[in-house]
């Protein structure tokens, strides 16, 4: 395996198996008008409690849409590095092109295309507390393939609709008016990836990305028909592969909708496999609230019976923590929501405290 980078290899208990575990099922859910609203929503609900993922069809998003979107990504992608370098991401524009980002400090066997939905989108500039500067973040679109630029704009258009449903859709799920979360969103900090995970030579040892749970609120993933996605199976913790679904979208809950729904729901961890003959695409949309968000449990879902599980975090800290781990290999832990668990002692304290104390 000389020519596999050390960088890329995990650590033997999280490299992938050798058996593929075919999902007997995520649930798939049919978004067509004609079905029941009140059917719906017993659906999401109980996809998303116990499995925290699952796929739509009929979904209203035109696959002309779509279509136009991998294309334009494949084209992308197969030029030069050094041209795909002109639109590179850096720590100043977190936005472009990047092909070494981490995931819990091993490298992923992917490259990636990143551009924000809101223009520009306001984030905080640093994860230290103190510092309150915030941050424009523009997109970065290359002059190659020129129809990219339009092909994503145009196709976030849709998806945004699509994402507005759901979150009306899961706010009634748990017992709340369907609007009750679109106030999050109004400053969104949603982002989009065009995923590209070419053939690897040693597709045992890598990842295209590394076990992790998304750490925004809700995704809405696009895969192509090759696959790879595995998902963790809340039942026994068992690797499930998602066998694609033409023109479905995979969609989970993310961390905050897990945080906002006080554990009801929760954010379920997953990876994506490689294999050495086909590359694949995938294009999530990260759905973000405003970075001025504190996310704690919504307090209509606490009582006293049933407390509050976190401590409010200010997402945009949580958000410029994580950019930074992803960005360069760190020799500390990622920070993860169970930092803000009121019951847990596992703390990054330097981090979490200050992050804690933001006050907006
Ligand atoms: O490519 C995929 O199927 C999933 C990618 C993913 O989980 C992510 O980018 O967060
Ligand atoms: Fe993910």
Same mark, same amino acid.
């Given at each position: 395996m000389g020519q596999v980078d050390p960088t890329f290899i995990q *650590? &033997?208990?999280?490299?992938?198996?050798?058996? !593929?575990?075919?999902? #007997?099922?995520?649930?798939?859910?049919? /978004?067509?008008?004609?079905?029941?609203?009140?059917?719906?929503v017993d659906q999401i609900h109980d996809a998303c409690k116990n499995?925290?993922?699952?796929?739509?069809?009929?979904?209203?998003?035109?696959?002309?849409?779509?279509?136009?979107?991998?294309?334009?990504?494949?084209?992308?992608?197969?030029?030069?590095?050094?041209?795909?370098?002109?639109?590179?991401?850096?720590?100043?524009?977190p936005l472009g092109y990047y092909d070494t980002e981490h995931t819990k400090n091993v490298r992923d066997w992917k490259e990636v295309f990143d551009f924000v939905v809101e223009v520009p989108t306001l984030m905080s500039a640093s994860y230290e507390a103190d510092d309150d500067e915030i941050t424009e973040y523009r997109n970065q679109w290359p002059h190659?393939?020129? *129809? &990219?630029?339009?092909?994503?704009?145009?196709? !976030?258009?849709?998806? #945004?609709?699509?994402?507005?449903?759901? /979150?009306?859709?899961?706010?009634?799920?748990?017992?709340?008016?369907?609007?009750?979360?679109?106030?999050?969103f109004k400053d969104q900090t949603t982002f989009v990836r065009l995923n590209h995970y070419p053939p690897c030579l040693a597709p045992d040892l890598a990842l295209g990305v590394g076990r992790h749970k998304d750490a925004g609120a809700l995704t809405i993933l696009a895969q192509d028909d090759v696959g790879g996605l595995e998902v963790k199976r809340k039942t026994d913790g068992e690797w499930i592969f998602v066998k694609p679904t033409p023109n479905a979208f995979?969609?989970?809950?993310?961390?905050i909708i897990?945080?906002?729904?006080?554990d009801t729901y929760e954010s379920v961890e997953h990876r994506v496999r490689v294999n050495s003959t086909r590359e694949r695409f995938s294009i999530p949309f990260f759905a973000n609230p405003a970075h001025y968000t504190m996310v704690e449990p919504l307090p209509e879902l606490t009582n006293a019976q049933n407390p509050p599980?976190?401590?409010?975090?200010?997402?945009?800290?949580?958000?410029?923590?994580?950019?930074?781990?992803?960005?360069?290999?760190?020799?500390?832990?990622?920070?993860?929501?169970?930092?803000?668990?009121?019951?847990?002692?596992?703390?990054?304290?330097?981090?979490?405290?200050?992050?804690?104390?933001?006050?907006?």
């Open positions: *650590e &033997l208990e999280h490299r992938p198996k050798p058996v !593929v575990i075919e999902a #007997q099922g995520i649930p798939q859910i049919d /978004l067509s008008p004609s079905v029941p609203i009140q059917e719906l499995w925290g993922f699952f796929q739509v069809i009929n979904h209203g998003v035109p696959i002309e849409s779509r279509e136009k979107v991998q294309k334009a990504a494949k084209r992308f992608f197969d030029q030069t590095t050094e041209e795909k370098r002109k639109v590179k991401r850096d720590e100043a524009n190659h393939p020129s *129809e &990219l630029r339009e092909a994503c704009e145009e196709y !976030v258009k849709d998806v #945004q609709k699509l994402s507005n449903k759901l /979150l009306e859709l899961i706010s009634l799920s748990l017992n709340l008016p369907a609007k009750r979360l679109e106030p999050f995979i969609i989970n809950v993310g961390d897990q945080v906002w729904s006080n599980k976190y401590k409010a975090y200010n997402w945009g800290k949580f958000f410029a923590t994580r950019k930074r781990s992803n960005f360069k290999k760190l020799d500390v832990e990622n920070i993860q929501i169970y930092h803000f668990k009121k019951s847990d002692e596992r703390k990054i304290d330097d981090v979490v405290s200050r992050i804690e104390n933001v006050v907006i």
